[in-house]
DNA sequence: AGTGCGGCCTGTCCGC
DNA sequence: TGCGGACAGGCCGCAC
């Protein structure tokens, strides 16, 4: 999926489709069965609502509405993207928003590992959300506290910076980019890393995350924005996807393996 | 209790 | 060319 960088991305994009205060006049469904059964029902309710405002929490979208919220989330294929009245419906198109001033929002999910659910108010009550830990790019988050939790892992640094219940919006690429940067091997025991390495970590994340923004986030394959475009970042990646190839730096060549399940990729002569 | 694995799905690519 | 297997940005539930 889409990390942090990619859903932000999003939001943004459907921030400048949506008027402010505008209703949702239909969402249509072609299928009900996403990561997990959609409540149909629920989300039908929110029609005729006004959309007050979009928000981020980790790798997830709020739509807030007058009284209730939307869930969304887009798993490792799902795109949210813009079409004009009596568009051509493409495979694997789930969901259609059409609002009252006639935009399109269309859900197209081919793996299916998305989430779109509702929840009541308009905070953050909703189950998956509970358990979140801090987002990088608040500035006023404690860094020591999520190093006393990193203290506590036996588990590599990289499946650390994924869990999101330590730190969110870190997924697979962005783990090995902001992990190259700070010169810190994937497979090091989180537990073991002394603190003026962390708070470098934890720099280079946000160096990472910010620059992938701006970037309009990194298009692998699917991810792509409202518009159709594909994202920035991916020709910027230092290590991920680049195994066997020259190192930026010092052109050692880039490995690869497996890291809890997931591929990684550093430089074995820039990280330690 | 914490960790890693397999599963969820579909599409694509690679080797035989 | 066709087929099986591995793999893909995330997350959850379940064994150990």
């Not at 009541?120 to 500035?139: I, M, R, T, Y």
Request: proline share 4%; hydrophobic share 40%; net charge positive.
């Amino acid at each position: 999926m889409p990390e942090l960088p990619e859903v932000e991305t999003v939001k943004r994009d459907l921030e400048k489709l949506l008027a402010p205060k505008q209703r949702l006049a239909k969402i249509t469904f072609h299928r009900k069965d996403l990561r997990y059964k959609m409540p149909v029902q629920k989300l039908q309710s929110l029609v005729g609502k006004r959309v007050q405002s979009l928000d981020r929490r980790a790798k997830y979208l709020i739509f807030r509405f007058e009284q209730h919220s939307m869930l969304s989330h887009l798993g490792m294929t799902g795109t949210w993207r813009q079409e004009p009245p009596n568009f051509k419906r493409k495979i694997h198109d789930h969901v259609e928003l059409l609002f009252e001033d006639g935009l399109i929002l269309v859900f197209n999910d081919p793996r299916r590992f998305g989430v779109l659910d509702f929840f009541e108010g308009q905070n953050f009550a909703h189950k998956s959300l509970s358990l979140l830990g801090p987002e990088p790019l608040d500035l006023s988050i404690d860094i020591e506290q999520i190093w006393k939790k990193v203290k506590l892992k036996s588990s590599s640094i990289k499946a650390v910076l994924m869990d999101q219940r330590i730190l969110v919006g870190v997924g697979n690429i962005y783990a090995s980019e902001a992990l190259f940067l700070a010169g810190i091997k994937p497979t090091r025991s989180a537990r073991r890393l002394r603190w003026e390495e962390f708070e470098k970590l934890m720099y280079h994340i946000r160096e990472v995350l910010v620059e992938a923004i701006r970037q309009g986030g990194s298009s692998i394959d699917d991810f792509h924005r409202t518009n159709g475009q594909s994202g920035q970042f991916q020709d910027l990646h230092k290590v991920y996807g680049r195994e066997g190839l020259a190192c930026y730096e010092c052109s050692t060549s880039i490995k690869a393996k497996l890291i809890v399940g997931r591929s990684s990729f550093w430089c074995p002569s820039c990280q330690v």
